[in-house]
């Protein structure tokens, strides 16, 4: 009888362990998902804010070059108000799913805006510098952000 009595206690430690295995691989396993899907969403957020500074700032710099020539720049100035309007929704994701990046992102923003009426070539191309190297720095942090 007592060796019956061990059996079955036996057993049910057995699937009892087996149980608690189970479930903790399984958060492991739900766990690694989200923090995939986390990055992955992070790392599209900040591609698609790359890709609208991209547009944004060549659309300002053909704007502004072509003020700065004194030519009629109507169409470009409506192109530019498009692009504008399009970092916006990146942006906002960016700040969501990645907050660390935030001021980098803001940073990246407010130089591509300051291409805007710039009062010379020169300072036309020193602003057009300034936001490549704030968008570099931006994909250089959320490297950083997205491989910890």
Do not use: C, K
Request: without cysteine.
């Amino acid at each position: 009888m007592l060796t019956a009595v061990v059996a079955v206690l036996g057993t049910l430690a057995g699937s009892l362990l087996t149980g608690i295995l189970q479930h903790f691989s399984q958060r492991a396993q739900r766990s690694a998902a989200e923090a995939t899907a986390r990055r992955a969403d992070g790392m599209l957020a900040v591609t698609d804010l790359a890709a609208a500074l991209a547009d944004h700032h060549r659309a300002m710099w053909l704007r502004e070059d072509l003020r700065l020539l004194g030519e009629d720049w109507t169409q470009e100035r409506a192109a530019s108000h498009i692009t504008r309007s399009a970092i916006t929704g990146p942006l906002m994701r960016v700040r969501i799913r990645l907050p660390a990046l935030t001021p980098a992102a803001q940073t990246a923003v407010a130089a591509v805006y300051a291409l805007r009426n710039t009062e010379s070539d020169t300072a036309l191309r020193a602003a057009r510098e300034h936001a490549i190297r704030t968008a570099d720095d931006l994909i250089t942090a959320a490297g950083t952000a997205l491989a910890a």
